[in-house]
Every structure is written in structure tokens, then in C-alpha cells.
């Protein structure tokens, strides 16, 4: 079965810190995408990564960047956290072929801005 | 642009009663579409899929058809149990890298 981990389920932080949200998947997929799911408003793509070191805006990436150095792993950072930014964050992964089941979700971080 | 809309919820039905939730798309060319399911405190988990118009999808007794001719992704159930209570997301996807498209997802209440 595919993996996809997150760093931490709950996750409280102040206003202005930098924040880190990981994400690891064990099946060797190409893509990587991170989303925030907001009550009403469904999930919404922040980032996604198609390649190592390769990147792609969302619909709504001000705030926010992310890193892939590795292909397993895709980090999504606040650089200054906001009160606005209190939300569940889901990452997901693919293969490129959708034959392969489409996207595979992690439990999700529920971050919490103070 | 593309894009996904489902019936707003919650939406409360007994056990054993049929369910529907509605999903209509706009794409600009021939997408897969998909439905997925959130259980409480968790992430999404795949439920089914269709890759071309008039596949069928089914899962766990769930169905929906791909209909090009209305633009339509339906879910039903013939029999809902209380576990099938959930949050229900259409998506659809197209293009390079596998981009998906969600709906605001449609939350099922049955209750016993």
C-alpha cells in the first residue's frame, strides 16, 4: 500500500514564526502537492512538485514555499506564520499515469496560528 | 478554467435509505474524474474512479458514471450504512502531472 506521512497531526504556533510541514511517501511517486482544506471552501493547492528540486505555484501559494531535494520528500514553509494561515494542510502524491489510482493523501497537519 | 461542483450538505439520511450526491464538472478536455472519501480526523482516501465517458466506477457498493453528455459524476448508494458517514469530494484531472480539481465536498450524516 502507499505511504504518505505527515511530520505531525497538530501543530500550534505564533505569530511571525517560520513553520516546516513534511511530508515523506514510500512508493517512488513523481508527483508531490500540498493543499489546505479550509471549512466551505474544500482543498485548495498550495504548491506542487512534479521533479526533484522542481516546483509549480497552486491557486493560492502567497505565504508560502516548499522544497523537494529528495523525491520521497516534500516540505511545505510559512515563512512568517498568520493567524489566516490556521488550517488543515493535506499533502499528496502521484504517479504520473492515473492508471496508478490517482492521488494518495497523508492524515493531515492541523496547524494552528496564535 | 476547470472546475467541480457538488451539492452543498450536510446532508442526513437514515440507514438503509438511497443516497445521491450530485457532481457536475467544466473541463477543457476529455478528464478523469474521481470521488474520494474523508472519514473523520483523517486524510482522503481514493473511493472510485472513471477514466473516459460512460465508465462506471464502483466501490464498496458506491457507484457513479461518467456522463460527457451532461458534464455529470453522480454518486449513489442503494443502501447507506451510520460508517459511510463521511465528507464526500468529487475531483476531476487532466493535463500533465496529475493536477486535480476538488469540489467543496459534500458531508453524510446516517443516522441508525
Known amino acids: 500500500d502507499v505511504k504518505v506521512t505527515q511530520s505531525s497531526r497538530y501543530l500550534v504556533k505564533r505569530t511571525g514564526e517560520k513553520v516546516f510541514l513534511e511530508c515523506v511517501q514510500d512508493m517512488d511517486h513523481e508527483n508531490m502537492f500540498w493543499y489546505r482544506q479550509d471549512p466551505g471552501l474544500g482543498l485548495r493547492l498550495i504548491y506542487f512538485?512534479?521533479?526533484?528540486?522542481?516546483?509549480e505555484k497552486g491557486d493560492i501559494p502567497e505565504g508560502y514555499s516548499v522544497s523537494r531535494e529528495k523525491k520521497e520528500r516534500f516540505s511545505l514553509i510559512l515563512e512568517s506564520a498568520s493567524t489566516n494561515q490556521t488550517s488543515m494542510y493535506l499533502c499528496?502524491?502521484?504517479?504520473?499515469?492515473?492508471?496508478?489510482?490517482?492521488?494518495?493523501f497523508g492524515p493531515g497537519t492541523r496547524l494552528t496560528v496564535l | 478554467g476547470d472546475s467541480v461542483t457538488q451539492m452543498e450538505g450536510p446532508v442526513t439520511l437514515s440507514e438503509e435509505a438511497f443516497l445521491t450526491i450530485n457532481c457536475t464538472y467544466t473541463a477543457t478536455g476529455y478528464p478523469s474524474l474521481f470521488w474520494y472519501v474523508q472519514y473523520p480526523g483523517e486524510g482522503l482516501q481514493l473511493l472510485l474512479k472513471a477514466t473516459k465517458a460512460d465508465d462506471k466506477g464502483s466501490n464498496k457498493g458506491f457507484e457513479a458514471t461518467y456522463r460527457k453528455e451532461t458534464t455529470s459524476f453522480h454518486l449513489e448508494k442503494g443502501s447507506v450504512q451510520v460508517s459511510d458517514s463521511a465528507v464526500y469530494f468529487c475531483a476531476l484531472s487532466e493535463g500533465n502531472f496529475n493536477k486535480f480539481y476538488f469540489g467543496s465536498g459534500t458531508k453524510l450524516n446516517v443516522k441508525p
Open positions: 512538485s512534479y521533479d526533484v528540486k522542481m516546483k
Open positions: 499528496a502524491s502521484s504517479l504520473n499515469n492515473l492508471a496508478g489510482g490517482g492521488q494518495f
